[in-house]
């Protein structure tokens, strides 16, 4: 069960993070710990050859990683990322992208989680791989 | 000095990397081994009071260290990066962002680059840091 | 089916790595892919209360790394660590520690692992997490 | 002006973390924000033809840090670190090893910094290069 529900967090990404809904971000699904975010394809944000940047794709792993959050600890707006790496595996090309958060903790202040990113039409070759880290703010965190 | 100049590269990013222009981010100055990339601060892209995302601060330091290779090396379009770290130290909100990006290790397969990250107007407090591996293409590079 | 057995890893190990042997880093398993490490408790490897310094806890990812790349593709001597990243999650205190690496990737030039580290007698509880790529040698790697 | 003397931080490790002794990891200097260690070097710890393996350098450079931290804020045991990335740049032979650490950023509950390695008898080729972030104790530091 998930402490924060898809609508909700939609409701505060629309309110607080406006930019996702320009760049093609979406929720995909949201659980206790896991969350997965959808990079609808536009080849506006692409090079040539349909080619979709890296930046997109960490932008991508940070809001995935956001929702398993939230589907952990209800809306924490306070969660800062603290430092994220990705490594780029193969080229992410001409199609939706998808990035899979899980937690693989949640202290009192910090969190981490890992993200698979994919072809939406391909979910068994990874494109890339992050692993990122999120301060919790102060007030009383399970 | 330079072995790609500033018009070289910005034809270079006109013709491959459209989205850069669309995103706000420009081409500070490029030289042997360093590259300084600006995002023009838009708050289309921002989140409430200015906060600028993550993944704009990661797509501005891969700009900067493409800039770093390119003054180094010549323009090489099948560099790619292979992983980023980036650390984020202090929110960066409601200016411009430069990224300065210096190459530590240029070998035969692969190049190494620290990024700093400030405020336009205040160069002395990073806001963010970030360490990048890219692999180069085969064909010979000193 | 794994490209290099367990004996001839360790006939490896003893002739190149021999310190692995005196800081009790051991060979577990290895298949095509997987490799895992144990980290043999030794008290006089550790800070007072029996914590294990991530140092160690490094020098084992490296290793069980290594058993995964050579599992799959032979003993390639000359692969060399580029880059690793360890987030310590819980302190490692008092005992035996496994790590278990998977290969994420191998490709012509560079391969990525992550790796997950645990108490010997609690497998189910992280302690640490990592990710790492290693830069092949030329001669033609499938 | 350093916050902890040599001298104290000297007894600190001796109490607290005794291997450092024998794996020949020493103080250098410390000053407010800074540390420099010393991995003195023996070829019981190395591979053949002298390399010094990976786990030594991450153990280093983590001393550094901890030297730097000292430095700025006195000794606090309980400072852990969250996460290192390391990127080997060189291969390490022959010689002692010097770890510099600086720190970049002290806040209230994330410190970070960048180390760099290089040969004790040629300071200015880096062997490795690594940026770590520690989580810092909730009693009031500035």
Same mark, same amino acid.
């Given at each position: 069960m998930s402490r924060a529900t898809?609508?909700e ?21 949201v659980?206790d ?25 960490? #932008? ?7 929702? %398993?959050?939230f589907g952990r600890l209800g809306i924490?707006?306070? %969660? ?9 595996? /193969?080229? %992410? ?7 899979? %958060? ?6 009192? /202040? ?19 791989? #992050? ?12």
């Open positions: 898809r609508g967090i939609e409701e505060f990404f629309a309110a607080e993070l406006p930019f996702l809904e320009s760049f093609g971000l979406r929720i995909e699904s659980d710990g896991t969350g997965v975010a959808r990079f609808v394809y536009d080849e506006r944000w692409t090079r040539p050859y349909g080619v979709i940047n890296g930046g997109t794709l960490m #932008a991508l792993a940070d809001v995935a990683t956001y929702l %398993a959050l924490v707006p306070l %969660a800062v990322t603290n430092e994220m790496k990705m490594n780029f595996l /193969r080229p %992410a090309i001409g199609g939706d992208v998808i990035a899979a %958060a899980e937690l693989l903790k949640v202290g009192r /202040r910090i969190a981490y989680a890992t993200v698979d990113l994919f072809m939406a039409d391909d979910p068994d070759r990874l494109i890339a791989h #992050a692993t990122t880290s999120y301060v919790l703010p102060d007030e009383g965190i399970g």
